[in-house]
Nanobody, 125 residues
Framework: VLLVESGGGLVQAGGSLRLSCGASERTLINYAVGWFRQAPGKEREVVAV????????YSPDSMKGRFTISRDYAKGTVLLLMNSLKPEDPALYYC???????????????????WGQGTQVTVSS
């Protein structure tokens, strides 16, 4: 499964971006999906994850209320809406996927089988 992220870019602090994750030649309907990010010199960290049904989600406390993960069922993609971006948010944002059913979601990067190339998010102060 080839994952493709889009929507990254440069935004001012306090601004918003919407990232999209899609899969070539198929949809992500039967996949649990996660968004992760990695800044230079830092470990990869989870941003938000969602179950294949879309009814179970998780985000770390530091991102709750600012980052929202959702599914676009019409397009078979997974979105990450990022509001109130801060100077500490710049990173390469990756989406990841694994086949999964029901309400399970996965918060560890090692639990995912497929990864995109990432999309860069830059925040100017």
């Amino acid at each position: 499964v080839l994952l493709v992220e889009s929507g990254g870019g440069l935004v001012q602090a306090g601004g918003s971006l919407r990232l999209s994750c899609g899969a070539s030649e198929r949809t992500l309907i039967n996949y649990a999906v996660g968004w992760f990010r990695q800044a230079p010199g830092k470990e990869r960290e989870v941003v938000a994850v969602i179950s294949s049904r879309g009814n179970s989600k998780y985000s770390p406390d530091s991102m709750k209320g600012r980052f929202t993960i959702s599914r676009d069922y019409a397009k078979g993609t997974v979105l990450l809406l990022m509001n109130s971006l801060k100077p500490e948010d710049p990173a390469l944002y990756y989406c990841a996927a694994r086949l999964a059913s029901g309400t399970y979601y996965y918060t560890e990067s090692s639990e995912y089988d497929y990864w995109g190339q990432g999309t860069q998010v830059t925040v100017s102060s």
